[in-house]
C-alpha cells in the first residue's frame, strides 16, 4: 500500500509589478518553482502576476501542485476587478478579504514563506511571517528586496528570536533546501 504524506506548503512571495526587478527575476522565479517541486513541496502563492506568476509557471512545468490565494470574492472578480491570472494554478482560494487580508492568510497557510523580489505587498507577507515565526528563506538578487528585509530584521530588535528560522541564499536550489530543512527542524522540535 502506497505511503500517504501531508506535502509542506512553501509559499512564495513577490512581487507582481516587476519593472525593478531585472531581466532574471523571472527565470529566476521559474527555477525557485521547479526546485519548490523538485524537493517534494507544494508551492503556495497569492494568484498574482509577476514574480509569483512565474514561480507558479515553474511549479506547473515541473508536474507540481500550485494552491493560489486570491484577494478577490469570486472568480469574476479575481480577473475581471483585480485583472489576475488563473493559469498555472490548480487551487484558487477567493478569500474576499482584498490584498492585505489575502496576505494574512496566504502566509498563515504555508509551513514557510520563500522572498523573492518584491514591493509593500512583498514586505507585508515577510513581516508576518517573521511575526509568526515561521521559516523564511529570502532569495537575494539584483534587487534590493534582500538588502531591505536585512534591514527590517535589524532594526526590528528581534533577530535573536529568528536567528534560526531565516536563511537568505541567491541559489534557488539551497535556498528550498534550507527551508525545508527548518521546516523539519521546527517538527521535531516540536513546532516550538
Known amino acids: 500500500m502506497q505511503d500517504f504524506y501531508l506535502k509542506y506548503k512553501i509559499c512564495v512571495s513577490g512581487a507582481a509589478e516587476t519593472m525593478h526587478c531585472g531581466e532574471e527575476a523571472f527565470n529566476t522565479a521559474e527555477t525557485l518553482g521547479r526546485e519548490i517541486i523538485r524537493q517534494g513541496a507544494v508551492l503556495v502563492d497569492g494568484a498574482t502576476t509577476g514574480f509569483p506568476f512565474w514561480a507558479a ?12 490565494v486570491s484577494p478577490a470574492e469570486t472568480k469574476k472578480e479575481h480577473i475581471v476587478h483585480y485583472e489576475l491570472p488563473i493559469d498555472y494554478h490548480d487551487i484558487i482560494m477567493y478569500t474576499g478579504h482584498g490584498y492585505s487580508g489575502r496576505n494574512l492568510l496566504l502566509t498563515r497557510m504555508a509551513d514557510a514563506v520563500v522572498v523573492g523580489c518584491g514591493r509593500m505587498g512583498t514586505l507585508n507577507e515577510f513581516t508576518i511571517a517573521f511575526e509568526d515565526k515561521k521559516p ?18 535589524e532594526k526590528s530588535y ?23 530543512e527548518m521546516i523539519k527542524a521546527e517538527e521535531n522540535n516540536g513546532f516550538k
Open 57 to 68: 509557471k515553474g511549479a506547473k512545468k515541473e508536474g507540481g501542485i500550485v494552491i493560489g
Open 136 to 153: 523564511i528563506g529570502v532569495l537575494e538578487g539584483i534587487w534590493e528586496t534582500d538588502e531591505v528585509i536585512r534591514t527590517l530584521i
Open 158 to 180: 528581534r533577530a535573536h528570536e529568528m536567528k534560526d528560522k531565516i536563511i537568505f541564499a541567491n541559489d534557488p536550489k539551497t535556498l528550498i533546501s534550507s527551508v525545508i
